[in-house]
């Protein structure tokens, strides 16, 4: 085998794995992704999923018809197990161990719970397709068993407590919100909005820390216009399945608790020998390889990227991994062909977050900042340029046009397996 191409095996079909991928595209190598699902999701649309607004196949998109037309490339349905970066070597549940002369580390991150007492059992994350289509049952489930027994309202079953005041936290508040005050309540004309609350709890002391005041401001604004009711300074102590209890001791009657409140890198980080940065991120150097192994690029929410710019570690975000994604793959591609590598440098499109209908708000590097309309057409262009396909993006534009002009929710509907 001494005149094989060389194999450049990716970890994960997130922004940064299929960034990579595709940047290999002509590459002189044999490129092997492997995913644990056999699509990649769009994680910014999570909660519009969640809410009925979109269907999966908005959020999911097939890896394999990703990949297709990239005659180098070969993709498995596989979960990686471990990571042996001295043997050069991954191991998997249900695939045999793959060698390789380049390893792509991008298997994101995963959620958090701070250890709070329940809530690995109770809460219902948003990372995942499958949790955004569980919460969406759930909620359904649960109106549902309201309208059938209506004394389990009063016990706080349409009740929903989001937690955490960052950008997922709040985009699902708000279009929980919609959802609650405009599908749900023409669904159910006896429940009054009252009956159904979506209550926001933030530890810190105001919502958006990452956003300058007049943003977080706005957006505080925009959630109590929606009837959202934000509770800052507040802990989540405990979680059941009916009851969320604060640590002041308040104790929230809600069926339904979402967990938006934080994240840490991938578990299989913690198995490879390495220096972990804050929240489990794997520390990298200029040009995305970790230092001790430079065969080894780590990206995305898996990777503590420090800006050249700022000297600050790039935020997790789908415009961080992807455009680490690509950087990797023009790198390895360079590499392969003896060519010179320059550092990462990233393009910074400004922070940004949508609250609801006509209601976002946008911070560019420089400080402007735009809110409104302005703001979500704003994060429209961006999350465009982040879909995979064109196809995506031309179904994204249609979705999004009906979602502004009518509250129409299409996704509403429960399928049971039989
Ligand atoms: C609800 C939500 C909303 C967001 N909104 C925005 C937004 O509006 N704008 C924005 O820019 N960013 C947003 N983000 C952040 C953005 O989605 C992430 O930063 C981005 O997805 C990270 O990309 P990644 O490729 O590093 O990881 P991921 O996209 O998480 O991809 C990791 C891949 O690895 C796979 N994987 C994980 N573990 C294993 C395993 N053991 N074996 C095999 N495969 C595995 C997963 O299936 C997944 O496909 C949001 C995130 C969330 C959760």
Redesign the pocket.
């Known amino acids: 085998m001494a005149d094989a191409r060389p194999r450049v095996l990716i ?8 960034g990579t991928a595709k940047q290999l595209k002509d590459a002189d190598a044999d490129v092997v992704l ?4 056999d699509y ?2 769009f ?2 649309l ?2 519009q999923l969640a809410t009925g607004l979109l269907e999966n196949t908005a959020v999911g998109h097939s890896l394999r018809d990703l990949l297709q037309g990239q005659d180098n490339t070969t993709f498995h349905k ?4 471990s990571v042996d970066l001295g043997m050069r070597e991954v191991q ?1 549940a249900e695939l045999a161990p793959i060698t390789y002369d380049y390893l792509v580390f ?5 959620v958090n719970y701070f250890g709070t007492e329940g809530a690995e059992e109770h809460a219902f994350p ?3 397709l499958p949790h955004a289509m569980r919460l969406k049952d759930h909620l359904l489930e649960r109106w549902e068993a309201a309208d059938r027994d209506p004394s389990l309202i009063e016990d706080g079953a349409l009740n929903v407590v989001v937690v955490g005041g960052g ?2 936290g709040v ?2 508040a708000g279009a929980l919100a919609e959802l609650y005050r405009h599908a749900f309540a023409k669904d159910y004309p006896s429940v009054t909005a009252d009956q159904a609350r979506v209550t926001l709890v933030e530890a810190g002391p105001e919502l958006f820390a990452m956003f300058k005041p007049k943003l977080r401001d706005y957006a505080a604004k925009a959630l109590t216009e929606r009837s959202v009711e934000v509770k800052t300074g507040a802990l989540v102590a405990s979680v059941s399945p009916t009851r969320v209890t604060l640590k002041s001791g308040e104790e929230l009657k809600a069926h339904t608790l979402v967990w ?1 409140a934080g ?1 840490q890198g ?1 578990r ?1 980080v913690e198995t490879l020998g390495l220096e972990l940065q804050r929240g489990n991120r794997i520390g990298v150097g200029p040009d995305l390889a970790v230092p001790e192994h430079p065969e080894v690029y780590v ?4 990777a503590a990227i420090v800006d050249e710019k700022t000297e600050q570690v790039l935020p ?7 455009q680490s ?1 690509e950087h990797a793959g023009e790198t390895i591609a360079s590499r392969i062909a003896g060519k010179e590598t320059k550092p990462f440098k990233y393009k910074d499109k400004g922070t ?3 609250i609801g209908r006509g209601a976002a708000v946008v911070q560019m590097l420089g400080g402007r900042t735009m809110t409104g309309k302005k703001a979500q057409a704003s ?1 429209g262009v ?2 465009l340029a ?1 879909l995979p396909t064109n196809e995506d993006r031309a179904k994204a534009v249609v979705d999004w046009a009906g979602a502004t002009f009518t509250h129409q929710r299409a996704g509403r509907i429960t399928v049971e397996s039989e």
Do not use: C, I
């Open positions: 970890l994960g079909g997130g922004f940064a794995g299929v492997v995913d644990r699902h990649h999701t994680q910014p999570l909660y596989a979960t990686v197990t998997f991008g298997l994101g991150a995963e948003m990372y995942t950008p997922t985009e699902t938006g994240l991938n299989l990206l995305g929410d898996a997790q975000l789908g415009s961080v991994a992807l994604g940004m977050a949508t994060w961006v999350h982040l």
